[in-house]
């Protein structure tokens, strides 16, 4: 089987989709056909033995539309050195833009000639001055025949809908177009028909005759159906072009160059000319074209177009960067791994256009209605005209009635109210970092009871952290204690001794050397530091090593292990020798602490289960932790009901049971182990999944790894079903009040009618309307995620002063004078200044641009010794350092560059 896109032209409503879609289906070898109205283009699959392009073209042009396959036009594209999606988006927006150009010429030139005929046929109504060569009874021939030639013109301007309409009429595919022609064209017949009866009037000096068609004649109502049709028509071409503006969007957001390493030397290429392995240099306000890893330097990346992230976020050496985010800040050289149409941002591109070409279910009614919706149309209007006839009405009447159904009927307005709202809302979502992959899923998004999510990596961050750092031996301050306990798990790879390292330095502290470290399997750690043993692990394993059920303080030990185990937390133990003459360590062993580690919630997960909650949709947490962290887990965050011990073969199991008990389930996993769960959901989402976008597995992916965006999708989808039920409303409301209205229904007890002028009018407007109303959809505001509010206050307001901590000397080991620093064990002892007089430096940097360069800035400087206090502006891109000691301007200016600005002068404040 083979799936290949198709370029379709000539399709102006939802009956020529289902046209379109009906006759390719009815080909042999074709299993499935999708085709898009708002893109004008579509998706065949089709057996390669059974039916080629050639038939699948033929077939459509047999109906009265035109097709060619999309690959066909990239290969001619390619050989002027232009390829991707992006060259397909770009010949699509020129056709777009191409077909609104030649309806806006349509449109004035239909007007300019619609004024004098209006004026000639309709302005002694209106009581204008109109020539005397029009007026009277012995002019009526001569304003006759000049109606007639000025109408001839617009329909010749607007042939369009008679060579679609009538060729869609004759191989039995009536559309849109085929009422329009009718309708203009039955007008048009009988204005000649008049002519005609008032040439024999004449002949035969019935001025009776003459006088009674020189009112019915119906040109400027041919015009005027063709002309206001274009205005719709015109108006709806440029609301279209607006549905995909956030595609198009992500499309310009693709660099245009890159400079790559040819040589050794640095040479500006045209992005698409990249290759996987190139070495690309970027700068300060580039833009990444191809996605890659750093291979030198480090930057500052603006993410926020790709995944919405507001605050630049570090990279450097080994990191990965995406394609089409911005460095705002160092220079860095990275190796091309994802180029082309494997580069992240074109599979965003692609996948948000699929997802807008595809069918929500709700959309399947108006296409069942739209595919026969014409020929009703055709049969109530031949009708229409039959009852007024057997009524008595007069043969004008009843011709006027018929004509009003057929131009009043609208389908667009049926095929419009689904697709482009679809479109709109993946349009939107994406914008927020939220890939949708098909119109069923943002559908389906709306109507979930249950969420489903899996804790590691998706309630918590996924990496264990130090969470509690419990000082139990006097000897030790927090901060030396907590150094001390880095030092010695230095050596070790185990992530919980990982967790304890990247606190330390978190903290700015200085961490000792460690020698003769020892590892004991899964179990703990035996390390010297300062020249004491230290011990650190589990309990069984400090049992084994110095009986700690036998110290006088283990009752404490032992209730702060089950306080903190009761929260889900991880408790490490670290004891401490007098000194390291003792090979087992054991001699004068203390307990000196605990540090308890644990996989922290990310700072998103509470507001967004507290929004589920809310919105009416029941939380379930899914872990294979035991139950005791699940429970911890649950009472933090609020959870309704939490499943603990679950393989991640069982998964799927659980979430199968819960929807044999009626539930409709979303399940929100890392995309990977989860991905049997994922599929079986009724909708699958993968967060935090960054450059694997692809994740077959998954239904939306979310870019970012805040479980807040699951919220703003929910509410997307929410909104997007709304407007479109309030689309389908109004435009089968339209439909089911106009056409009984046309075809007469109110005028035996009202006298009210509708001409086929205001027919068409009515007509037009509805499309203008679904369409517009669809747009209101671009105005969607995501609520702001807590988390990353707060985040950003944080990095704007930290003011951290401290982030050399003091590790003072134990009494058992006398250090040196506190001026000193302490090489053996890396802690630094400032001198009591606090009798010593403050002053005030003002550093100008220049290279901030945000928040986060300002906290970068203002940390550096607050690790310079002697600096007490700093205040860094970024308005006024200045650092001001209050100093408890004599500090050199060099050293201040230093530690900025180091940072990756430019300091650009130091001065006394």
Request: hydrophobic share 50%; aromatic share 6%; net charge negative.
């Given at each position: 089987m083979k799936t290949e896109k198709y370029n379709v032209t000539g399709m102006t409503c939802a009956a020529c989709q289902a046209n379109v879609t009906r006759c390719v289906s009815k080909l042999s070898g074709v299993s499935e056909v999708n085709v898009s109205l708002l893109s004008n283009n579509m998706t065949v699959t089709y057996d390669e033995n059974a039916v080629t392009e050639g038939d699948i073209c033929q077939a459509v042009s047999r109906i009265g539309y035109g097709a060619s396959p999309v690959e066909q036009d990239h290969a001619q594209k390619d050989a002027k050195g232009k390829s991707g999606f992006g060259k397909e988006w770009q010949d699509r927006q020129d056709r777009t833009l191409q077909n609104q150009k030649a309806m806006k010429t349509r449109l004035i030139s239909s007007i300019l000639i619609l004024v004098p005929l209006m004026y000639i046929a309709m302005g002694h109504m209106m009581g204008l001055p109109v020539p005397g060569i029009f007026m009277g009874e012995e002019n009526a021939l001569i304003s006759a025949l000049t109606q007639l030639f000025l109408t001839i013109p617009v329909l010749f301007i607007n042939r369009r809908f008679f060579q679609v309409g009538f060729k869609a009429l004759i191989n039995r595919a009536p559309n849109m177009d085929s009422l329009v022609?009718?309708?203009?064209?039955?007008?048009?017949?009988?204005?000649?028909?008049?002519?005609?009866?008032?040439?024999?009037?004449?002949?035969?000096?019935?001025?009776?005759?003459?006088?009674?068609?020189?009112?019915?004649?119906?040109?400027?109502?041919?015009?005027?159906?063709?002309?206001?049709?274009?205005?719709g028509k015109y108006l709806e071409a440029r609301s279209k072009s607006k549905t995909s503006d956030a595609l198009g969007k992500l499309v310009d957001l693709a660099p245009k160059t890159a400079v790559v390493v040819k040589n050794g030397e640095e040479v500006t290429i045209p992005a698409e000319q990249v290759m996987a392995g190139d070495i690309v240099v970027i700068r300060p306000g580039m833009s990444i074209p191809v996605d890659g890893v750093i291979t030198e330097g480090n930057g500052f990346l603006d993410q926020s177009a790709i995944t919405g992230e507001s605050i630049p976020v570090e990279k450097g050496e080994g990191d990965t960067i995406i394609s089409a985010t911005i460095n705002k800040n160092g220079s860095f050289r990275f190796r091309a791994s994802r180029v082309g149409d494997d580069t992240t941002l074109a599979q965003i591109i692609r996948l948000v256009d699929e997802?807008?070409?595809?069918?929500?279910?709700?959309?399947?009614?108006?296409?069942?209605?739209?595919?026969?919706?014409?020929?009703?149309?055709?049969?109530?209007?031949?009708?229409?005209?039959?009852?007024?006839?057997?009524?008595?009405?007069?043969?004008?009447?009843?011709?006027?009635?018929?004509?009003?159904?057929?131009?009043?009927?609208?389908?667009?307005?049926?095929?419009?109210?689904?697709?482009?709202?679809?479109?709109?809302?993946?349009?939107k979502a994406a914008e927020y970092g939220i890939l949708i992959k098909s119109a069923e899923s943002l559908e389906n998004l709306h109507s979930i009871d249950t969420i489903v999510l899996d804790k590691t990596g998706t309630i918590t961050s996924g990496h264990p952290s130090v969470t509690d750092v419990i000082v139990l031996d006097d000897r030790f301050a927090e901060k030396q204690f907590?150094?001390?306990?880095?030092?010695?798990?230095?050596?070790?790879?185990?992530?919980?001794?990982?967790?304890?390292?990247?606190?330390?330095?978190?903290?700015?502290?200085?961490?000792?050397?460690?020698?003769?470290?020892?590892?004991?399997?899964?179990?703990?750690?035996?390390?010297?530091?300062?020249?004491?043993?230290?011990?650190?692990?589990?309990?069984?394993?400090?049992?084994?090593?110095?009986?700690?059920?036998?110290?006088?303080?283990?009752?404490?030990?032992?209730?702060?292990?089950?306080?903190?185990?009761?929260?889900?937390k991880t408790p490490l133990l670290f004891s401490c020798t007098e000194n390291a003459d003792d090979a087992s360590g054991s001699a004068g062993s203390r307990i000196a602490g605990i540090i308890a580690v644990a996989d922290t919630v990310r700072p998103s997960s509470a507001a967004a289960i507290k929004a589920f909650r809310e919105m009416g949709v029941h939380v379930v947490m899914l872990t294979g932790d035991n139950r005791l962290t699940a429970s911890a887990i649950q009472k933090q965050l609020g959870i309704e009901?939490?499943?603990?011990?679950?393989?991640?073969?069982?998964?799927?199991?659980?979430?199968?049971?819960?929807?044999?008990?009626?539930?409709?389930?979303?399940?929100?996993?890392?995309?990977?182990?989860?991905?049997?769960?994922?599929?079986?959901?009724?909708i699958g989402i993968a967060i935090g999944a960054g450059t694997d976008i692809a994740i077959d597995s998954a239904?939306?992916?979310?870019?970012?790894?805040?479980?807040?965006?699951?919220?703003?999708?929910?509410?997307?989808?929410?909104?997007?079903?709304?407007?479109?039920?309030?689309?389908?409303?109004?435009?089968?409301?339209?439909?089911?009040?106009?056409?009984?209205?046309?075809?007469?229904?109110?005028?035996?007890?009202?006298?009210?009618?509708?001409?086929?002028?205001?027919?068409?009018?009515?007509?037009?407007?509805?499309?203008?309307?679904?369409?517009?109303?669809?747009?209101?959809?671009?105005?969607?505001?995501?609520?702001?995620?807590?988390?990353?509010?707060?985040?950003?206050?944080?990095?704007?307001?930290?003011?951290?002063?401290?982030?050399?901590?003091?590790?003072?000397?134990?009494?058992?080991?006398?250090?040196?004078?506190?001026?000193?620093?302490?090489?053996?064990?890396?802690?630094?002892?400032?001198?009591?200044?606090?009798?010593?007089?403050?002053?005030?430096?003002?550093?100008?940097?220049?290279?901030?641009?945000?928040?986060?360069?300002?906290?970068?800035?203002?940390?550096?400087?607050?690790?310079?010794?002697?600096?007490?206090?700093?205040?860094?502006?970024?308005?006024?891109?200045?650092?001001?350092?209050?100093?408890?000691?004599?500090?050199?301007?060099?050293?201040?200016?230093?530690?900025?560059?180091?940072a990756g600005y430019t300091p650009v002068g130091c001065r006394m404040a």
């Open positions: 022609a009718v309708g203009s064209s039955a007008a048009f017949l009988y204005g000649i028909f008049a002519i005609y009866r008032m040439s024999w009037g004449f002949g035969h000096n019935d001025r009776e005759l003459v006088h009674h068609y020189a009112h019915q004649l119906y040109f400027e109502s041919a015009a005027m159906i063709l002309t206001l049709v274009t205005v997802a807008g070409n595809t069918k929500a279910p709700i959309a399947r009614l108006a296409d069942k209605v739209s595919g026969v919706f014409v020929p009703t149309v055709i049969a109530i209007a031949i009708l229409t005209a039959i009852v007024w006839l057997i009524a008595g009405a007069g043969f004008e009447f009843a011709l006027s009635c018929a004509i009003s159904v057929l131009v009043i009927s609208c389908p667009c307005a049926l095929g419009l109210a689904t697709p482009v709202a679809i479109m709109v809302g993946t349009g907590l150094a001390l306990a880095a030092a010695a798990e230095a050596g070790s790879e185990h992530p919980l001794a990982q967790a304890v390292v990247e606190k330390a330095r978190a903290e700015g502290l200085r961490i000792p050397a460690a020698k003769d470290f020892t590892a004991v399997s899964g179990r703990g750690i035996r390390a010297e530091v300062n020249g004491r043993i230290w011990h650190a692990g589990n309990p069984a394993y400090m049992e084994e090593v110095l009986a700690i059920s036998q110290m006088p303080e283990y009752a404490r030990i032992q209730a702060e292990m089950d306080r903190l185990a009761g929260q889900g009901e939490a499943i603990s011990d679950v393989l991640p073969t069982q998964k799927e199991e659980k979430i199968r049971a819960l929807q044999e008990k009626g539930h409709k389930i979303a399940m929100v996993g890392d995309g990977i182990n989860d991905a049997p769960a994922l599929t079986r959901a009724d239904d939306v992916v979310l870019m970012k790894d805040s479980l807040y965006d699951v919220v703003t999708a929910i509410r997307l989808s929410r909104s997007v079903i709304r407007n479109i039920r309030m689309n389908l409303f109004w435009a089968f409301f339209y439909n089911i009040l106009g056409i009984p209205v046309a075809a007469g229904a109110l005028f035996p007890a009202f006298g009210l009618r509708l001409s086929p002028m205001i027919g068409s009018a009515a007509m037009s407007l509805s499309s203008v309307c679904v369409v517009t109303n669809a747009l209101r959809l671009r105005f969607f505001k995501a609520d702001a995620d807590p988390a990353a509010q707060d985040a950003a206050h944080g990095a704007a307001q930290d003011t951290t002063h401290d982030a050399t901590q003091e590790l003072p000397n134990t009494p058992e080991q006398p250090g040196p004078p506190a001026s000193h620093i302490n090489t053996q064990n890396g802690c630094s002892v400032q001198p009591d200044l606090k009798g010593e007089k403050e002053m005030t430096k003002v550093i100008s940097v220049d290279g901030m641009m945000c928040a986060h360069c300002q906290a970068h800035v203002q940390k550096a400087l607050a690790a310079v010794d002697g600096v007490s206090a700093v205040d860094v502006s970024l308005e006024n891109k200045e650092a001001t350092v209050t100093l408890s000691g004599d500090v050199p301007d060099q050293v201040l200016m230093d530690a900025v560059t180091e």
